[in-house]
């Protein structure tokens, strides 16, 4: 475990379904982050949370909402997804603004969407 | 953030040292240089960072040019575990947003 804990670690849902992933650490970070890993492609950041606001939104579609209530949680919200949104979805924290420390990295949940 | 650019693969003998090279000609003063790798499906695991000292920790070294355009990361004695995709990326702070290339995929051959 690296301290960063993603739930599920799979999922299978249909287009017309909504799900949520879950991100949790306990490391004392302060910002959180959603990319998202197509086969056979680079990370591609989705989000970015700062002591819990948005600092970061790489132009995702209105299908991915991302909720982060504090700074040890993050979600990301699922809905009328397409199959071509089937990846893997990494969750990542790191100290906060101005500290230049790695990040860490769940585990990610590889989405199905059929 | 600055661009990085690397070898789309290499191979390595396992005993032997693992030298990945990166270009970040483009570094900014205030940009650090990070590596990290990742095992197939899994997350990307830290490596290390630096900004123009050279640095070095229990997994590897980093080897930082004088001018900061280049860095080489260096597994010393690089085992079969090695093998994976390793991402050289540069950024300011935590809080900016990283950028991730498609990486170096090292094959650590016995």
Redesign the interface.
């Known amino acids: 475990e690296?301290g960063?804990t993603q739930t599920p670690r799979h999922l299978v849902m249909g287009m017309t379904n909504k799900k949520s992933l879950k991100c949790e650490q306990h490391l004392g970070h302060n910002?959180m982050y959603w990319?998202k890993q197509s086969a056979k492609k680079?990370?591609e950041?989705m989000f970015?949370y700062?002591f819990k606001e948005q600092?970061?939104n790489?132009s995702v579609p209105s299908r991915f909402s991302p909720e982060c209530p504090n700074s040890s949680h993050l979600f990301l919200h699922l809905h009328t997804l397409q199959p071509e949104d089937s990846a893997?979805y990494?969750c990542?924290s790191?100290?906060?603004?101005?500290?230049?420390?790695?990040?860490?990295?769940?585990?990610?949940t590889?989405l199905t969407v059929v | 953030d600055a661009k990085t650019t690397q070898p789309p693969s290499m191979d390595c003998a396992e005993g032997r040292a693992a030298n990945l090279p990166c270009n970040h000609s483009t570094i900014s003063g205030n940009e650090?240089v990070?590596w990290?790798r990742q095992i197939h499906?899994?997350?990307?695991?830290?490596?290390i960072?630096g900004?123009k000292n050279n640095e070095t920790n229990e997994m590897a070294s980093l080897i930082i040019t004088e001018d900061r355009k280049s860095s080489t990361l260096i597994l010393p004695h690089a085992t079969l575990r090695d093998t994976a995709v390793y991402?050289c990326i540069v950024r300011a702070?935590?809080?900016g947003?990283?950028?991730?290339?498609?990486?170096t995929t090292l094959t650590v051959k016995p």
């Open positions: 690296t960063v910002a990319y680079p990370l950041l970015v700062n600092t970061e790489n893997l990494l990542a790191s100290q906060g603004q101005g500290e230049t420390g790695g990040y860490t990295f769940g585990s990610g590889r | 650090y990070y990290y499906s899994q997350g990307p695991q830290y490596i960072h900004l991402y702070t935590n809080a947003k990283s950028t991730f290339g498609d990486g």
